[in-house]
């Protein structure tokens, strides 16, 4: 069974990973306030760390960051909580779609915010599941990928983003899924 995660992680952060190249949540246009209120929040938040992952202490945005125990840097995994929306859905889904180079015509955007699972957390709120290697077919599967969730609490927005090649986001699908359901408040 998974790992609860009540409290702040204590081991050192995980450096990023050589495909990830800058911060995922850059661009995001964060004034100071925002960021305090993110740091804020990371405290009130709990998850389940899946069986066979690892955690570090998060850095920068990061209110978490995980790893595979047996392949430290198949995947990077991380947790951001922001107050409101922070950038919008189609705005975020356009950066992170511009970070693996992938270019989403409008209405292909459409139809993949249509076709993202939703998943029900721990806490009852749906979360919105987007999973760009769905996007990616066809492509070598050594790649840059990426799956990301949406998390609505209300005050706040919880991303959580998996990173690494189109197979090994492929692969770890289920897992970060079941990341994903365990995030709530505390």
Avoid at 47 to 73: H, N, Y
Avoid at 93 to 110: G, H, K, T
Avoid at 112 to 124: D, L, N
């Amino acid at each position: 069974p998974p790992a609860i995660r009540n409290t702040p992680p204590t081991t050192p952060a995980m450096p990023n990973a050589p495909f990830m190249g800058e911060d995922p949540h850059a661009g995001l246009g964060l004034n100071i306030p925002m960021m305090k209120q993110a740091v804020s929040q990371d405290s009130s938040l709990a998850w389940d760390v899946p069986s066979g992952w690892e955690e570090a202490t998060g850095s920068s945005m990061r209110v978490a960051s995980f790893k595979l125990i047996e392949r430290p840097d198949e995947i990077d995994v991380s947790i951001v909580s922001l107050g409101g929306m922070a950038g919008g859905l189609e705005a975020n889904l356009n950066r992170w779609a511009n970070q693996i180079s992938l270019d989403i015509d409008p209405e292909e955007l459409v139809k993949f915010i249509e076709s993202a699972a939703v998943v029900k957390t721990r806490g009852g709120v749906e979360a919105k599941v987007f999973d760009f290697t769905k996007l990616q077919k066809g492509r070598d599967p050594s790649g840059k990928s990426m799956a990301a969730a949406i998390v609505d609490l209300g005050d706040a927005t919880v991303f959580v983003k998996m990173a690494g090649t189109i197979e090994a986001v492929s692969k770890n699908q289920e897992a970060f899924k079941a990341l994903t359901q365990s995030v709530r408040k505390k």
